[in-house]
C-alpha cells in the first residue's frame, strides 16, 4: 500500500514539476538544475572530502538513466558546478528515483601520481538540497521524504534553480 502511494506521489510529483517548469518557462524564466560539490583525491568507499585532498581540475558528468546530462571541469579547489539546463519530467523521474549520479572522468593518477595503478572510476549519487538521506522511515511511513522532495520542487519552481549536491564519492 505505501509502495502505491509512493509511486502516486511520484507520477504528480513530475506532472507539477513540469507544469510549473513549462509556466516559468513561458513567462520567460525557466527552473535550471544545479549540481554543486568538491571532487576527492581519493580512493575507497564514502568519502568525505572533509578529510582528503580535493582534485582540482577534475572532468565531471551527471549522469542520469545511463545518460550523460551535464559536465563541467573543477576549479584548481576541487569545486564544481554543473549546469543541468532546464529542468522537465524526463530530468525530474531519475532524480526523484535516484538513478542520477555524478561521475569524474578525469583518472585519479592525474590528482596523485601514485594512484596511478587504481582502477575505478570516482561517483557519487546525487540528493535534492535540503532533503534527508535515502531509506525514508518516519512517522509518515517513508513518505517524509517524497513530501520533502514536493515541497523543494516547488521551492525550486518559484526560485527558479533547485539545488542538487552528490552524497560522498565511491570509487567504483
Excluded: W, Y
Aim: net charge neutral; proline share 5%.
Amino acid at each position: 500500500m505505501a509502495a502505491s502511494i509512493k509511486s502516486s506521489l511520484l507520477v504528480l510529483l513530475a506532472v507539477i514539476a513540469s507544469h510549473g517548469g513549462a509556466e516559468a518557462a513561458g513567462a520567460g524564466r525557466a527552473v535550471t538544475g544545479l549540481v554543486t560539490g568538491i571532487v576527492p583525491c581519493s580512493t575507497g568507499s564514502s568519502i568525505s572530502v572533509a578529510s582528503v585532498p580535493a582534485f582540482p581540475n577534475a572532468g565531471v558528468q551527471m549522469v542520469c538513466g545511463g545518460r550523460v546530462v551535464g559536465g563541467a571541469t573543477a576549479d584548481g579547489s576541487g569545486v564544481f558546478t554543473i549546469n543541468m539546463g532546464t529542468l522537465n519530467t524526463t530530468m525530474l523521474l531519475p532524480l526523484v528515483g535516484n538513478q542520477c549520479k555524478v561521475v569524474v572522468t578525469t583518472p585519479l593518477s592525474a590528482c596523485d601520481v601514485s594512484l596511478a595503478g587504481v582502477a575505478g572510476t570516482l561517483t557519487a549519487p546525487v540528493q535534492l538540497l535540503g532533503l534527508g538521506g535515502g531509506g525514508g522511515g518516519g512517522a509518515l511511513g517513508g513518505l517524509g521524504g517524497i513530501i520533502g522532495l514536493v515541497g523543494q520542487i516547488i521551492s525550486g519552481v518559484l526560485g527558479e534553480i533547485l539545488n542538487i549536491v552528490p552524497l560522498p564519492f565511491s570509487l567504483v
